[in-house]
Each structure stands twice: as C-alpha cells, then as structure tokens.
C-alpha cells in the first residue's frame, strides 16, 4: 500500500506561463459615441424632457385655442418674466418662502424629538406609531380651519397646518430608517463605547440617512403644496400675500396666463429644491458612500 501511495505522489513539471501581447487582444473597450457621451449626462436628459413637454404644452395650446383654458407656453413664459420685471412674483414668492421655511423647520424639530422619545423607549415608540397612525392620513389642508380659530389670521395658521403636513413625513421615514439598521451595526457601536448622543449622530443617523433624506423631501413636497392650498384658500397673511394668493388674484381677474405663470413658478421651484439641494446632499452623502446606486 506504501508503495501504491509513492507512485501516485510524482512530482510534476512547473508551468510557466509567457505574457500576452495586448495588441493581440484587439480593442478591449470601444469609445463611447458623442450621443453616448451626451446621453450620460443627467442634466441634459432631463433639460430634454422638459423640452418635450413645454413643446407639448405649445402646440396642445395652439390646437386648443382657448387661452381660457390653456394658454400657450410661449404666453405663460412673457407673463412669468413679466411678473419677475414689475418685482411682483419676487415679493409673493419672498412671502411664500419666508412661512414655508418657518413651517418646515418647526416640523423637523417636532419630528426629531418624536423620533428620539420613540427610539430610546417603548412608551415613545407606541406612542410615534399611534400618533403617525391618526394624523399622518390627515390632509393638513383639512386643519385649516381649526388654526384660523386658534391662531387667527396670521402666520400662526399657516406653520401650524405646515408643521402638520410636515412631522409625520419625517418622523415615520427617520424612525423607520433607525429601525431598519442592522443589529450587527449596533453592537459594533456598543463596542466601540458609543452611548447616547454620539451613538445617534455617529451611528444611527448616517446609518438611517437614505431614510431621513426621503423623510425630509417628501416633508418639503408636502409643505410647499399645503402652503400653496392654504394662501388660495387664506388668502392674505398678515397684509402679505404669497404665491398662492397670486394665482388666486389672478384667478377671479380672469389672467389665466398669470394663473399658469404662478403655477410655473411653483413647479420651477419644486425642481430647484431638488436638484440643487436634495440631490446634491445625496451625491455627498449616501451616494459616495455606497448607499445609494
């Protein structure tokens, strides 16, 4: 048996291998064509796509020819530049602005400290889910009334019904991103001596950040739509009205392409937040940090 192993176990011949001439190998990787290179841009995609549709909306307008019912692009651009020339949609939207951040900070104040009381106790987590469970399906459109009697005609109504439109978004999108964080993540902070505030700043939120930035826009899609519902309805706060009371005004003047300019500038805005501001927080964040694709 002995004899059987040794000659099994020869000793072979080492191999050795001669590099390849790369240029045998032909082209490894074509270059991109200028419309390849063009269409990897996601600026331009998109400077695209709103090109399409202002078409869209120029020529449905003209075969409509109705500027009752739909005015032209071309018309709705001379009323926004016009309305930026006389100062007046600056000032509205100035207005609009300047409640909608007071709205939206109160609402992620409240947010945090809701989400802190329900991620360190029991009784503040049932107490999140309880809360987010009743008034999160509540349009805060819907509560406007009942701040126009307890806080009058002023600010106070508007942020009271944006903090609402506000809270629950980011409160429930945080807490479920600092529940979605790994167990195994959690132990590696215990170890490492993290306790209380560090282990939230340093663990918790840049763990649970995907989550809190989706809190946070959908916060501020919601707060910029209530605010606009609010002033049609309000009107004017505290003898300023903003854009919403712009589009109203116009409205019952029958100047339906300021009506479409006032519209556009909350659309213009809408894209500014999140292009320049959400989207860039997310490329420095979460995207360079793998989170994201």
Do not use: C
């Not at 291998?17 to 200028?34: H, I, N, R, W, Y």
């Not at 659309?267 to 501001?277: A, F, K, M, S, Y």
């Amino acid at each position: 048996m002995p004899d059987a192993e040794a000659a099994i176990l020869v000793d072979r011949p080492e191999i050795t291998g001669k590099p390849s001439d790369p240029s045998a190998f032909g082209v490894v990787e074509a270059p991109l064509s200028t419309f390849e290179r063009l269409y990897n841009w996601p600026i331009l995609r998109k400077t695209v796509i709103l090109l399409v549709l202002a078409v869209a909306w120029e020529i449905g307008a003209r075969l409509l020819n109705n500027a009752l019912l739909l005015p032209t692009f071309s018309d709705t651009l001379h009323a926004l530049f016009a309305g930026i020339a006389t100062g007046e949609i600056p000032r509205k939207l100035t207005t609009s602005l300047e409640v909608l951040m007071m709205g939206y900070a109160a609402g992620i104040v409240f947010a945090a400290l809701l989400t802190a009381f329900g991620i360190f106790t029991q009784v503040g987590n049932d107490l999140l889910e309880t809360l987010t469970a009743m008034f999160n399906p509540l349009p805060a459109i819907a509560l406007l009334p009942i701040a126009l009697i307890w806080f009058g005609l002023g600010y106070g109504s508007l942020v009271f019904v944006l903090v609402h439109s506000v809270v629950w978004a980011v409160a429930l999108n945080t807490h479920a991103g600092f529940m979605a964080v790994s167990p195994t993540m959690r132990m590696v902070g215990r170890n490492y001596g993290l306790t209380g505030l560090s282990y939230v700043s340093k663990l918790l939120i840049p763990a649970a950040l995907p989550s809190i930035l989706t809190g946070l826009k959908i916060g501020w899609a919601f707060a910029w739509r209530t605010l606009i519902a609010s002033e049609l309805v309000f009107g004017v706060s505290s003898g300023a009205g903003g854009l919403g009371w712009y589009i109203y005004e116009n409205k019952n003047a029958l100047e339906i392409a300021n009506v479409f300019a006032g519209l556009l500038t909350v659309i213009l805005i809408g894209l500014v937040v999140e292009n320049l501001i959400f989207r860039v927080i997310e490329r420095r964040t979460v995207r360079r940090w793998g989170m994201q694709n």
